[in-house]
């Protein structure tokens, strides 16, 4: 049974970094793309970034190219989500996703199964 941990989030103050980590008890995330999406208070859930297990890269949208980096450490089983730059409009919940071995395209619906871990960009 998938069950990821999402974790690494806090209050930073605009301009901050964060590292968030992802992992997955029990579950081998080596085979799949995973993916971290993010639900900001009142929108829709939309996707971050996406890493393939050949580290083929989905962006989706252009609002964090730059500051973004998510990475994998296989030995460990964790993705990572390296934020820099941060922006008040990054506030959100992010969470990890699994959705087969390619990562989903824009818009399309993806599973949680996480909790999330919370972001809040505010000074």
């Known amino acids: 049974q998938l069950q990821f941990v999402e974790s690494g989030g806090g209050l930073v103050q605009p301009g901050g970094s964060l590292k968030l980590s992802c992992t997955a008890p029990?579950?081998?995330?080596?085979?799949?793309?995973i993916g971290w999406f993010r639900q900001a208070p009142g929108k829709e859930l939309m996707g971050v970034l996406c890493?393939?297990?050949?580290?083929?890269?989905?962006h989706y949208g252009d609002s964090v190219k730059g500051r973004f980096t998510i990475y994998r450490e296989n030995a460990k089983n964790t993705v990572y989500l390296q934020m820099t730059r941060l922006e008040p409009e990054d506030t959100a919940t992010y969470y990890c996703?699994?959705?087969?071995?390619?990562?989903?395209?824009?818009?399309?619906?993806?599973?949680?199964w996480g909790k999330g871990t919370q972001v809040t960009v505010d000074s």
């Open positions: 996703i699994l959705d087969g071995v390619r990562c989903p395209g824009p818009g399309h619906k993806v599973d949680l």
């Open positions: 029990g579950f081998n995330l080596d085979p799949y793309a």
């Open positions: 890493s393939e297990r050949d580290n083929q890269i989905t």
